[in-house]
């Protein structure tokens, strides 16, 4: 079986049998075949547990994978540690070609009954010969089909994390952290209703399948255009940089990475948690440098670069190709400032009008205070103008808009709102997701006023896959790393 | 008059005149003097307006301040620039002693007219001599004593922006950006119901009274704690200096200052906004060494870091003092790692336990995953046998508080909730917050989980003034300026 085959084995099974099944729902075991029957999971699910008779969800309970009489694609685990052995035994003999062991306590425990164990799986495989391993130590794999709102809800869902609310989407999850296929997931998805995701695959201790095979498997799949990646370790640094580099030549392909254990402290907590030995700082920059891959520092910031680059991907938005130069439009002299510190200090720039952009400006500005000549519009005065010549916003806007993105050396465009509910109508917002869908350069807006309101809107633009943020310094990083991934994919 | 005496008599006018008063409800004009009755202004409210006839608001309209029976002692100007300095010269006649000037059009435009506006104030004024001012180009200011929710709701309120949810509370906001007392204001508070002000004053173009002046006052108003400045050029960078270096020396006193306008492009949009001309790059870095104020690098930043100092002065908490070691509780091995880093990437460490500490956990854990040795606790299986037991997670919680909070070198705990309804009574947050408060450590929370329930438990915590975060950067950072304020304070 080919690596694409195997990784499609652990995505697509059409039977599984999840060992250590439990009726107490206060279980993990539980948990998880809630999850696979409440998200319509196609193929067959057999609980499995010794000590326990019956039915759950529908399903009748049996002591062992060998009493199972059709064929079975994957086993999931879910019992104690030390019984992991004996059991993987008997899905060697009864044929099952996968196994997603979520089961912690082997060598991340740093005990000898930890070490012992994770022998015993090396043995009993031969070396993953007999049967292919994801985890020990993980948190199962997500497929997500079709939008917990609709009817076909679901796909395949193996971890113990319950997801009631979700949507499909462009982006695919490796992760050494099981939180993304669990609290942090869920939580994401609720923070942005918006957000769509294609698989979430939890790896742990990856003794065998890594980020490697499922790297390798994504970039061949054309419904994944992100990959969120959590590492510890690299397990073969040279194949990453390799897979990474080769990404930069598949069109609608981004990788973004936060890797953990880069400090004393943080090596420490790898060891404890996934028993990897984290590479020192050195040669893990080398590594991320190499690779060209996209880095976040935080979880927050990988879901959040993640978001935007779906956003310009569902939009088919042209990258910045030439080399970050932008526009700002604001209501507040004070926030301009500020956003073009940070746009100088994230390497972007604020253009000089030619003539003709400018003279438009001019038009639409009073004359006792003219616009900037360069490229940071405080449009207040505009609009008391505009006002007063019961000109609508949104039409001032799309004039302002036509006027400095036609600029070549502007290529993307920071737009400042003031959201309140009494001014909803001066503003009109559908003409404004009209104008700026109908631009093929990114416009990013930054929202403040009333707290309803900003999620209102927010809510509108994120339906149409346009970013908007409250944080002008999120603003900016999201924005700089679509001229990072361009510059990366010119260099190939 | 002194220059306490004369904020004094810009937060706590008993007259004020508005300039610009207008009965057309789309402009600023009325705002203020909508803003300043809905917030029960106890003084007496005198629009004005020489082309505007009959009442509003009950309050009956003046062609002129020189139509005004009693005294007044401050004027607020919403009227073009153009006619500000006649209508200034009536004020000086009338004897009044402030003007609050919102209007904009001055150094600012860069334009000749701008200049020369500019250039009668100071004659007609005598440089500032017959009359103060705040602005040109300002927000005004809000004196907040009371909560909105209350039925003495109020104070003060200058601005154009109408507040309708407000706070009091113990910081105040000096800001060269208007939107500090208007839109981004009322976002932060609707933010974060929690968080509370005393002042916002904004300074504009500040060519009579700065930063300097406020800051004075402030330091010896004991109702404030917590100063949180936005300056785009200094007024006087010596006696700034002087100013938060004093401020280290008074108990229960922080300043937080964002600086505007660090770059080639800042420093053209400082000029455009507030017609201030920043200083250069090092001399920036220089007075902010100097001063030793906590430093932000957005409104986004200023504000959390606010916040997070004004929950620790209200519980009296006690700012770590020794360097920087913390304990973290998780549920997450990826998250503990992430922490881990972002810890030790601000220079703060997680020490070892003592025995007698390290025991207690030894107890608490399973033996087959036995906790680190150093302060990072994977809480999971600890909770896992918990549950066997049948003991609340909020006993297992205060059994690791004591036990950890008891070593020296700890001084600060971060700790990750994972939030659902479903388990809300296993963690008991009434339980949790009682033994959060019981410390005198600050205690920092991590949540993730369901939205809804993120939310709901982050209020219940922030209602206690205990900081929550859903972004481990930021809450590392909130928790790194702690230590900075300290250190600062013991050099003095």
Redesign the interface.
């Given at each position: 079986m080919s690596n694409n085959d195997i990784i499609n084995l652990f995505l697509n099974p059409k039977s599984v049998a999840v060992i250590g099944a439990s009726k107490n729902p206060?279980k993990g075991g539980n948990w998880i075949v809630n999850n696979l029957t409440l998200n319509n999971f196609k193929g067959e699910i057999y609980p499995i547990n010794p000590n326990t008779e019956g039915k759950m969800y529908g399903l009748e309970i049996k002591k062992s994978v060998l009493d199972i009489e059709n064929e079975v694609d994957l086993a999931i685990f879910y019992s104690p540690?030390?019984v992991v052995p004996e059991i993987l035994k008997e899905c060697i003999q009864k044929g099952i070609k996968g196994a997603i062991i979520q089961t912690?306590?082997f060598q991340?425990?740093g005990?000898d009954?930890?070490l012992e164990l994770r022998d015993q799986i090396l043995k009993i495989t031969d070396n993953f010969k007999k049967i292919r391993i994801v985890g020990p130590n993980c948190m199962g794999i997500t497929r997500f089909d079709n939008d917990s709102t609709s009817e076909e809800k679901g796909g395949f869902f193996s971890g113990f994390g319950v997801f009631n609310n979700y949507k499909r989407g462009n982006i695919a999850i490796i992760?050494?952290?099981?939180?993304?296929n669990?609290?942090?997931l869920?939580?994401i998805m609720?923070?942005y209703p918006d957000i769509g995701f294609r698989y979430s695959c939890t790896i742990g201790n990856k003794p065998d399948l890594s980020e490697i095979e499922f790297l390798e498997y994504f970039l061949e799949d054309s419904t994944v255009n992100v990959i969120a990646i959590?590492l510890?370790s690299f397990k073969d640094p040279r194949k990453f940089i390799e897979l990474c580099r080769k990404a930069k030549t598949i069109p609608k392909k981004t990788l973004i990475l936060?890797k953990?254990?880069?400090?004393?402290?943080?090596k420490?907590?790898?060891l404890?948690?996934?028993g990897s030995l984290a590479e020192n700082s050195q040669l893990t920059e080398a590594i991320i440098k190499q690779s060209g891959v996209i880095r976040a520092?935080?979880?927050?910031?990988l879901f959040q670069f993640a978001r935007t680059f779906s956003m310009m991907y569902n939009t088919g938005k042209q990258l910045p190709q030439k080399g970050g130069g932008v526009a700002i439009i604001v209501?507040?002299?004070?926030?301009?400032?500020?956003l073009?510190?940070?746009?100088?200090?994230h390497g972007l720039?604020?253009p000089l009008f030619r003539d003709k952009a400018y003279k438009t400006l001019e038009e639409i500005f009073p004359s006792?205070?003219?616009p900037?000549r360069?490229s940071?519009i405080?449009i207040w005065?505009a609009m008391e103008k505009a006002?007063k010549n019961n000109i609508n916003r949104s039409v001032l806007l799309k004039l302002v808009y036509d006027a400095i993105l036609g600029e070549p050396e502007i290529e993307g465009l920071f737009n400042m709102l003031?959201c309140?509910k009494r001014f909803r109508q001066q503003y009109n917002v559908d003409e404004m997701i009209k104008n700026t869908n109908q631009i093929s350069k990114p416009i990013f807006f930054w929202l403040?006023?009333?707290?309803?309101e900003?999620a209102y809107i927010s809510q509108l633009l994120a339906n149409n896959n346009i970013p908007s943020f409250?944080?002008?310094?999120e603003m900016v990083k999201n924005y700089w790393i679509l001229v990072q991934e361009s510059k990366n994919q010119n260099q190939n």
């Open positions: 206060l540690n030390k912690a306590g991340e425990v005990t009954k930890g992760s050494q952290s099981g939180m993304l669990g609290g942090y869920m939580y609720e923070k959590y510890e936060v953990g254990g880069l400090t004393s402290q943080g420490k907590a790898t404890s948690h996934t520092h935080s979880f927050h910031e209501g507040s002299g004070g926030a301009g400032t500020i073009a510190d940070l746009l100088m200090q720039n604020l006792w205070m003219p900037n360069f940071l405080d005065p006002q003031f309140s403040i006023g009333e707290a309803k900003v409250t944080n002008l310094e």
